[in-house]
């Protein structure tokens, strides 16, 4: 049975300095202020805070951990690079062989561009449809989650307030009012009425960007199949966000799972080891417009960053990408996350609380409601409440899990799979008590 330590001096006086120096505060998963921990170090699939309480990790730095902590073959490869030079703002050997490696892996991938947050490479996806059609406007779902950028910050999951498709709803201060005018929100797997706004404004519209699987909700059939005929069929600009899903639901991601293929694509948390990196690719075609020789052209679409393909972040990715080619890795990922999907359903059935446990093993999530979860309204649905509670259970048993999602690591084992699914009991009981 875990027991958490009291906190000790040192842990209470970072939280301390934390809350002072950081706007943003001390994150916790459950949201709870009592909940708040600072982290030591971590270790496979355990984390473990500076008061010596070790935890089954399944927030995993937000899901960048796909082989679970300090890997040591990623540890290897990034040692040795740092012996030979961090950043160089040139092409290095890592960086070469990392495109070589996405460019094999990713359906849609003829060229390879290199950021250092998934912001910036879908905000540069962005960037690319505009001027590959010449238009301004962008279709994004509701709910969906693409990264910190004006365009970005539009009707997604943060939002409270339903507006009316396609008018989208601000997530932030400080967005200019004009980007509003830029950016159309359709109801995710709703082909129906995607497919009528974008006829409607198909001579306005620059590109679609969705995450495949939506936060944790999978694509309804045929919903992404329609999406890329409908924006072939008017020459728009299909952009997969697959920050999240690639590399994760398989080697070739989202498009090689779901079987369609994108014009562009952002990817990069799950073969990144932790370390800082991001991937842009997609259509030679329109890949071609970041070309410096364009420069001057007016068809010349910059993006580059200091860090851009350093050569630490890409070693670091090379290492894992070789861990996720060996034998029978992403069965055993998928059979862990099964198990754990059906054994959070089953054993919250088996309690009378009301629950829908949707997305794929890889990564998932539990919503407290009576209603089938198939996009962001119905996430509304659910008893947030009741959902924070249960974030707070399962820490109390020693679970650490993302605000709005299990991510599953080739490091959890039997063991860890056993102790969550103890907790997961204790934590329904309490909830139906």
Known sequence: MFSRNRKSAREEGLLAFARKYLPSGVRTPSGSPDQAMAIMEGRGSRIRDFSGNEYIDYLLGSGPMLLGHAHPAVVSAVRAQLDRGSSFLMVNEPAVLLAEEIVKAVPCADRVCFNSSGSESTLFAMRMARAHRRRDKILKFEGGFHGMSDYALMSNQW????????????????????????????????????TAIIESHHEDLAGVIVEPMQRTIPPAPGFLEGLREVTEQYGIVLIFDEVVTGFRLAYGGAQQFYGVTPDLCALGKSISGGHPISVLCGRDEIMSLADPSRYGSGSYVMQTGTFSGNPVSCSAALATIKQLKEDQVYDRLFATGRTLMDTLQQTLDGAGVSARVVGEAPVFEVWFTDHEVTDFRAMLTADAERHDRFTKLLLDHGIVKAHEKFFVSTAHTDEDVKLTTEAFEAAAAELAG
């Not at 507006?163 to 950016?183: M, R, T």
């Open 159 to 194: 939002t409270r307030a339903i507006g009316h498709y396609p008018s989208p709803v601000p997530v932030s201060a400080g967005i200019p009012g004009a980007i509003e005018g830029e950016v159309l929100v359709a109801p995710y797997n709703d082909l129906e009425t995607t």
